[in-house]
């Protein structure tokens, strides 16, 4: 008995030298790396006043939302060294609501991201597969939340019709707006190219087909980035919309400016054929009164040691499809407190004014106590 113990413990380290030989040979050709985000909050909402049986209640977020201050995913990146400045990518990327466990963007397994491309040093990087959007992109640079928290300009807003003063609404018809009219965050079937840095000058452009099912999308987008500054512009715009030709276009132009002691952003958006995205498919549907939308925003992050503060106004004006406007506004503060590199926790308050605002589902939320770690 002894001497079988004796011959598979000498076994077993060999075995292990093998594998992690193995293991460091791979290593030195292809990286993968697992990470994630779980985040949640506590809620209390308040809708407006004009909304039927409208009670303030307290929720539960975790779906990345303006409620949060990231969306919950999982996800995986893969690089492959190639050789002659060549590297071949891929990035996998789940998203889900923490709340609940269920799986983000309409069920999807990889709803976030699921692309593969090739990176080249001097010639810039193309990917194929549903990847986010240049003006999701954009929002980096103008929203202070980066996409997310109470301070994000892409908020979807859910408004009564009624609020737009169209004879014979429905009361209780309800559709989603954004003040930055992006289009949706994310593409299927895309194809981006993204161009080497050059002085600090990136440009990048995508097409994503319809493939029969859904409008042809495509647009770019060049930015500049400093030690200090960051800008930059985007263009998209969806072509035969509901079929009919019309295209959805959608500007952004924003930038931001970090004095060390505070950092500055603010932006810009216009929307002509305003539309709604459908999360499920990417399709997209004209408003039936909404014809164009204008917006801005400006903001401000503090950081205070392991603390940082976010503050921003956003304001959007809707042309309305007969004639006349409707407007909507809204302010937000964010304080967040670092616990360590991975782990955050966090509390917000935000409200909206302007025409819509009591039309709107959620006129205010305070973000009572939330908490954020990465992996």
């Known amino acids: 008995m002894s001497t079988f113990f004796a011959e598979h413990s000498m076994k077993k380290p060999v075995l292990a030298y093998v594998v992690l030989g193995v293991a460091a040979s791979s290593a030195n050709a292809q990286s993968v790396t697992l990470y994630g985000v779980v985040d949640g909050s506590i809620n209390y909402q308040t809708p407006g006043d004009r909304v039927n049986g409208g009670e303030s209640s307290w929720r539960l977020a975790g779906d990345g939302s303006h409620q949060t201050a990231a969306g919950s995913r999982w996800g995986f990146r893969v690089a492959e060294d190639l050789g002659g400045g060549l590297t071949a990518t891929a990035v996998l990327e789940s998203g889900f609501n923490s709340d609940t466990g269920t799986s983000g963007q309409g069920g999807r397994l990889f709803g976030r991201q699921s692309y593969v491309g090739i990176r080249s040093t001097s010639l810039g990087e193309v990917r194929l597969g549903r990847q986010q959007t240049m003006s999701y992109e954009m929002m980096s640079i103008i929203d202070p939340g980066s996409n997310a928290s109470a301070t994000t300009i892409r908020e979807s807003v859910v408004i009564q019709r009624a609020g737009f003063g169209v004879a014979g609404a429905p009361g209780a018809a309800l559709d989603s707006y954004q003040m930055f009219g992006t289009y949706g965050d994310r593409r299927d079937n895309a194809l981006h190219y993204y161009t080497p840095n050059v002085g600090g000058f990136e440009a990048a452009l995508y097409a994503a087909a319809g493939e029969g099912v859904i409008p042809r999308t495509n647009g770019g987008k060049l930015t ?152």
């Open 224 to 375: 500049f980035a400093n030690k200090q500054l960051q800008a930059g512009v985007s263009y998209e715009q969806a072509e035969k919309v509901n079929g009919i030709g019309a295209a959805g276009k959608s500007l952004t132009v924003g930038a931001s400016y970090d004095f060390g002691v505070i950092k500055l952003h603010a932006g810009y958006n216009q929307v002509k054929d305003f539309g709604f995205v459908n999360a499920g498919n990417n399709g997209f549907s004209l408003s039936a009164l909404i014809r164009d939308s204008e917006a801005y925003t400006i903001g401000t992050t503090i950081p205070l040691g392991m603390m940082k503060f976010m503050i921003n106004y956003t304001a959007g004006t809707f042309a309305l499809t007969s004639g006349g406007d409707r407007d909507l506004n809204k302010v937000a503060a964010v304080a967040q407190y670092q616990l360590s590199k991975r782990t955050l926790t966090y509390a917000s308050y935000e409200r909206k004014g302007g025409d819509l605002a009591n039309f709107a589902t959620d006129k205010s939320n305070l973000t009572v106590f939330g908490v954020r770690h990465a992996f």
